[in-house]
């Protein structure tokens, strides 16, 4: 065993890296994708828990904050769904539709059962009173946020990549 790992370099060897080794193109592209994903997800979940503090005290600063608590609760959640297919992405590399697909499956996944620890009145309020379809269609909307933000960690890669080197001039 120990013979069969002694060639593998540092980045085959971890686990959250996607090495691919023995497996076939498709699987290796998804293995790659899920463990960008589950990269993202506590990093997104992070950003997001700062950015919705920072959101709720200004919020909370202002003379009427009812008013202004579900724009910036929706804000938050849109900021947080592009970031995580943003980092998953990036971290995925060559497959990055995937990536923020998996990326923002995990994400609303978590979401869902975040909102399952908290009682019918904070679900309510979380869901700006949605039940059934709407609900559905707001974990959707997460999903598609973070292919949003996959897709434009992939425009940027490329846009960088076409970018033309420093020339010298002969002088």
Known sequence: MHEQNKHRTRRENDPFSGGTRGLSEEEGVFKIAFF?????LPVSLG???????????????????????????????????????????????RAAVLCGLMGGG?????????????????????????????DLLLHAGVIVLALIGATLSNALKNAKESKPKHRYRAG
């Open 36 to 40: 960008a994903g589950l990269f993202a």
């Open 47 to 93: 950003i997001g828990l700062a950015l919705l503090l920072a959101l709720s005290f200004a919020a909370y600063s202002n003379p009427d904050p009812d008013k202004l608590i579900a724009p910036l609760g929706i804000t938050a959640l849109i900021l947080t769904s592009v970031l995580c297919g943003f980092v998953s992405a990036r971290r995925g590399g």
């Open 106 to 134: 995990l994400f609303a996944l978590a979401l869902f059962a975040i909102s399952l620890c908290f009682g019918d009145e904070t679900t309510a309020a979380l869901t700006l009173g949605a039940t059934g379809v709407v």
